[in-house]
């Protein structure tokens, strides 16, 4: 029976000590932080994704090193599934042990509960591919966790510089290769071939759409659109700004799509290049995120966001079902979080079934999977469409009766080709948002006008320990703080079509608060009022008391 290689993790350990009086934490996003402390925690990964490619007999696991919309001094790491999906839960906790382990010995004792907890069979082969975003940390977080890998015998790919959906993408290609599974050529062409070639069948025969500006949040998404742009040729032509990859300080600085969703205006490196009703899009720092938006006559911005995607989406694909001839066989449902806007719920509900989930990519995939096709989009621009095995087999050997129902089952097929269903995928989306538009002879104003937004306000307070608080119904209610909620319900009835909910952030000690009004002025004030009350409760950080409510 084999054993751990304590020898050599305890001399590479040496080489990675754990800093003190550091915690960490495998959040929703792994584990994130400042780059500056991850080395100790890169190079336990590298033994966690080693132990987990053993637990599941020799699987290819991913590791992604990225901190994906969080400023650039951050950096962060997370361990990707055999099939390209989130890490099982259970082996979150796994992770926040090993990681929290404060010696080299202590480290020895953590592995080894592991093994023994989860049955390892440590003779098993060890398959892992990595891969980074541009952020100048992630050069040296590599180098700890091939360490790690090293330490265990690992056979490893290092897949460079890439975006976060293309490593999820690789990983799954390279566990279904050869099989009746397989998801496409494991390699960075493989996939710009994939989804190219399918958007090009998609949008035979239509009018041209006009140039799409791309924010690139001067991250690795630059790099990945640059080789998508090429492979399109004109068949879109592609705009791409922000996409100086090497400016110290660039990323994510007042651009991408988070910056778009949280001041939810346009990035003012786009003002001079943005016409009247001109559509363009932003991505974040590794290109799993999405927002649209234009700019109308006057020069009022309008968010496309996430919510409004899956709108666009979600009726696109009941479209084509019902046209395939398969209504009541292909069940579509859409799954949201708390986050999403409710006109976008109340728009949806009227069409096909739509489910709310805790916020998390990790829940959304799962609830999308119990659909045969199963959309899901956080407000945030993070999301993708799930095709289940069995309505992938059911379009494939449907026997169309008429010419157009032949069409429409063509359409989904290369929907599938085109959807990168291991994770969401700014790229991705964008040829899928921009393939509905084609078939609908949509603008950016046309698609804004499915329905109206409900004014919104999102703010963050930054607390002493984020896990004091506790929700439920999807984390629309806390229960932890005790009476905190109660109090929030007396001030949402202060509001017309008021709604307001509090959730811990699930990688940082900040807690967000998300509000509703029928009137954008009453929106921010129920924002501020609640994080008003959630620091008064709690006791935030004085000095870093958001400022609309000092």
């Not at 592995?111 to 100048?136: G, M, N, Q």
């Not at 003012?268 to 720092?285: E, N, V």
């Not at 429409?408 to 097929?413: K, T, V």
């Not at 921010?524 to 008391?545: I, S």
């Amino acid at each position: 029976m084999a054993a751990l290689p304590v020898d050599a993790i305890s001399e590479l350990s040496n080489l990675h000590p754990k800093p003190e009086h550091i915690h960490f934490q495998y959040g929703t996003a792994g584990f994130r932080t400042l780059g500056s402390t991850l080395d100790s925690v890169l190079f336990r990964v590298g033994i966690l994704a080693a132990l987990r490619s053993k637990k599941l007999d020799g699987k290819v696991i991913g590791v992604m090193v990225t901190a994906s919309h969080n400023p650039e001094p951050d950096n962060g790491v997370k361990l990707v599934d055999p099939r390209g999906e989130m890490l099982e839960n259970s082996w979150e906790a796994h992770a926040t042990h090993v990681a929290a382990a404060p010696t080299t010995a202590a480290l020895i004792e953590s592995l080894s509960h592991l093994v023994k907890h989860a049955k390892i069979d440590l003779s098993k082969p060890a398959r892992v591919v990595y891969a980074r975003d541009t952020r100048p940390s992630g050069a040296s977080l590599v180098k700890a966790l091939e360490d790690g890998l090293k330490a265990m015998g690992a056979e490893t790919r290092d897949a460079g510089v890439t975006t976060t959906p293309i490593l999820h993408y690789l990983v799954r290609c390279m566990n279904t290769k050869g099989t009746k599974e397989e998801y496409g050529d494991d390699s960075e062409e493989g996939y710009m071939a994939k989804l190219s070639g399918a958007f090009k069948k998609l949008v035979t025969g239509k009018s041209a759409l006009p140039p799409l500006i791309i924010d690139c949040a001067n991250g690795v998404g630059a790099l990945a659109a640059t080789v998508l742009a090429s492979h399109l040729g004109e068949t879109l032509h592609i705009i791409t700004l922000n996409d100086s990859t090497t400016t110290p300080g660039a990323l994510n600085n007042a651009c991408g799509a988070d910056y778009v969703k949280t001041t939810q205006r346009l990035p003012p490196s786009l003002a001079s290049y943005i016409q009247p009703g001109q559509r363009a899009c932003s991505l974040d720092g590794d290109a799993d995120r999405l927002m649209y938006y234009y700019a109308d006559e006057r020069g009022v911005f309008h968010m496309l966001d996430g919510d409004k995607i899956a709108a666009l989406v979600a009726a696109f694909i009941v479209e084509l079902v019902k046209g395939a001839g398969l209504e009541g066989e292909i069940n579509v449902g859409v799954v949201q979080t708390a986050y999403a806007n409710g006109a976008s719920t109340k728009y949806l509900s009227e069409r096909l079934p739509v489910k709310c989930v805790p916020t998390g990519v990790k829940h959304l995939h799962h609830a999308a999977e119990h659909y045969d096709v199963g959309v899901y989009f956080e407000a945030n621009g993070h999301g993708t469409v799930l095709f289940s095995p069995e309505t992938q087999e059911r379009l494939s050997s449907h026997s169309p009766q008429t010419p157009a129902q032949s069409t429409a089952i063509n359409h989904l097929l290369n929907l599938i080709s085109l959807i990168n269903q291991t994770v969401g995928d700014a790229l991705s989306d964008m040829l899928l948002v921009e393939t509905v538009l084609a078939h609908k002879s949509y603008t950016a104003v046309e698609w804004d006008s499915l329905y109206a937004d409900m004014p919104n306000r999102l703010v963050k307070v930054v607390v002493k320990d984020r896990n004091i608080f506790k929700t439920e119904d999807a984390e629309r209610r806390l229960v932890s703080p005790v009476g905190l909620q109660g109090k929030i319900d007396e001030l949402v009835r202060r509001y017309e079509g008021g709604r307001s909910f509090v959730r811990p952030s699930g990688t940082e000690d900040v807690v967000r608060v998300y509000a509703e009004a029928v009137v954008k002025t009453q929106a921010d004030e129920l924002a501020f009022r609640v994080a008003g009350l959630v620091y008064d409760e709690t006791g935030g950080d004085p000095a870093k008391r958001p400022k609309e409510f000092i």
